[in-house]
């Protein structure tokens, strides 16, 4: 593969394009890792999830002895499984995250033990150009949605017109500064000018929406800056992010759960031994999905960067402890588990920026942003649209980046065509499979471990792939037995490898 990077994995760019370059890979992260402790009911948390993705990303960045270019952040795919968790407060996140992060180091152990062929063929070129494909197209919902959202319209709520328009100037911006050729600095910046051009574009029609109270032109919500110096003290500029740990043993002293937690969830209670099984029956099984997206965000990171990550330099037991022991950092001492971003990803492939130098700065700038109240809460105040004009390209670009493995499929064979068709369309269709695990005195189901769309397309995928291959063999078998006329050597050869 020819290598069009700007700057490789060892490369060092001056210490201005560097901050230029961390600070568009923070915006480009920044909207899902915030999203999260939302997501759960946890916003006061933001900080805290900014600052686990700092010192997680730091952690992922030693283990893989800074040859990998990828942020570790927030994972949606522990939503289901932070819910159950909550019901346990800040403890039984922790040790979720723990569970969590200790199957990846169990797995991280088996693939130095015994090495990575075992991998490559339960995830085969067939499953994971697809569910890398899948991965951004199972968003593409996510930066549509977003792209019609005035954040401060909170009495129409739902289609704005006015916040699509904002999303494609974003949108346009990020795809004129990266194609033209006349500017290289519109080439190294083009999230921070399309965040840019689209903030403006939302501020020039809030500003007559807030004048002429018309809601359906209040793009943008400035509440978080208005309530940050509301009542100025030292915390409006500098304040401390919330530690999970710190809560969960706050926790176990008070004998009750923080105001917040009971919040978001009004049943919640003090970890119990059942909790903590109940909580490992939640986050355990969520873990060897992630592991399948740690492949695949590898397999299309390597793509990029033009290195075999799993294989090679810094191998996949070294990433795998990385992404583990990172997420469980990332947690303790934030809010929630980690993995790597496809978002990230994608802002390397866009850039063609893949100096690890840029990532760990981007690490040393989450965390210190976590603690900066003013900056946090203007960050906040970016408009959805805009992060969905934004999202449109990113998404697009794992989403492309799966589809380009595609050239390496035979789609002539049936085996792969069944495994391609069970993955994308698992994927895109949203199968979720849902595993209840406890009822209520009416025996209906109030509990269940959630397995995302993405993760059962994965499944689906490995399973008709082991099934088709399982049958292919015994057919192969059946036909070196006949005579060599209706069985040619050299085509039986080739199936039965």
Not at 25 to 49: H, K, M, R, W, Y
Not at 72 to 101: K, P
């Amino acid at each position: 593969m020819k290598n069009t990077l700007i700057y490789n994995v060892e490369d060092k760019p001056s210490i201005k394009e560097v901050l230029v370059f961390a600070f568009q890979q923070v915006l480009a992260v920044l909207a899902a890792t915030i999203a999260v402790p939302t997501i759960i009911g946890l916003p006061v948390n933001i900080p805290s999830a900014i600052l686990g993705a700092g010192l997680g990303t730091i952690v992922y960045l030693l283990f893989t002895k800074f040859k990998s270019p990828v942020v570790i952040s927030s994972s949606f795919a522990f939503l289901g499984a932070l819910a159950n968790a909550l019901a346990f407060g800040y403890m039984g996140i922790v040790l979720g995250a723990i569970f969590a992060g200790l199957v990846y180091v169990v797995i991280a152990f088996v693939v130095k033990k015994v090495g990575t062929n075992w991998v490559k063929k339960l995830l085969p070129p067939v499953i994971i150009g697809p569910v890398v494909a899948v991965i951004g197209l199972s968003l593409a919902g996510n930066a549509a949605g977003d792209m019609v959202k005035a954040t401060g319209d909170a009495v129409n709520g739902g289609y704005n017109l006015i916040g699509l328009l904002c999303g494609l100037v974003t949108f346009f911006t990020v795809v004129i500064c990266s194609v033209q050729k006349k500017s290289k600095t519109l080439n190294l910046i083009p999230f921070i000018t399309g965040i840019g051009a689209g903030y403006l574009c939302a501020t020039i029609f809030s500003i007559i929406g807030y004048a002429a109270d018309a809601n359906y032109l209040k793009i943008i919500d400035w509440s978080p800056v208005v309530n940050n110096f509301k009542d100025i003290s030292f915390r409006s500029f500098l304040d401390m992010p919330r530690l999970s740990l710190v809560e969960g043993i706050k926790e176990l002293v008070n004998g009750q759960v923080s105001a917040e937690v009971l919040a978001a969830n009004p049943a919640a209670k003090p970890i119990t031994a059942i909790g903590v099984a109940e909580v490992a029956l939640a986050f355990a099984p969520v873990a060897f999905v992630v592991f399948a997206e740690h492949i695949a965000d590898h397999t299309n990171l390597g793509t990029i960067i033009n290195k075999d990550l799993l294989n090679d330099e810094p191998g996949l037991s070294r990433t795998l402890l990385g992404d583990g022991v990172g997420s469980i950092v990332g947690t303790v001492f934030g809010v929630c588990p980690n993995t790597t971003y496809g978002e990230s990803v994608g802002c390397v492939a866009i850039t063609k920026n893949a100096s690890v130098r840029t990532i760990f700065v981007t690490a040393i700038m989450l965390i210190i942003l976590s603690f900066l109240s003013p900056v946090t809460a203007v960050l906040r105040t970016i408009p959805s649209c805009v992060m969905g004009g934004v999202c449109l390209t990113l998404y697009g670009f794992i989403a492309v980046s799966g589809l380009k493995m595609f050239k390496d499929i035979d789609l002539s064979e049936s085996k792969n065509l069944f495994t391609v068709s069970a993955v994308l369309i698992a994927g895109i269709g949203g199968l979720a499979l849902k595993i209840p695990y406890s009822t209520d005195v009416f025996g209906k189901v109030d509990a269940a471990i959630t397995i995302t769309s993405v993760a059962t397309a994965l499944f689906l995928g490995v399973a008709t792939y082991a099934i088709c291959n399982k049958i292919e063999k015994k057919s192969s078998g059946k036909e070196e037995a006949a005579p060599v006329a209706d069985a040619p050597v050299a085509e039986v050869s080739e199936e039965s490898k």
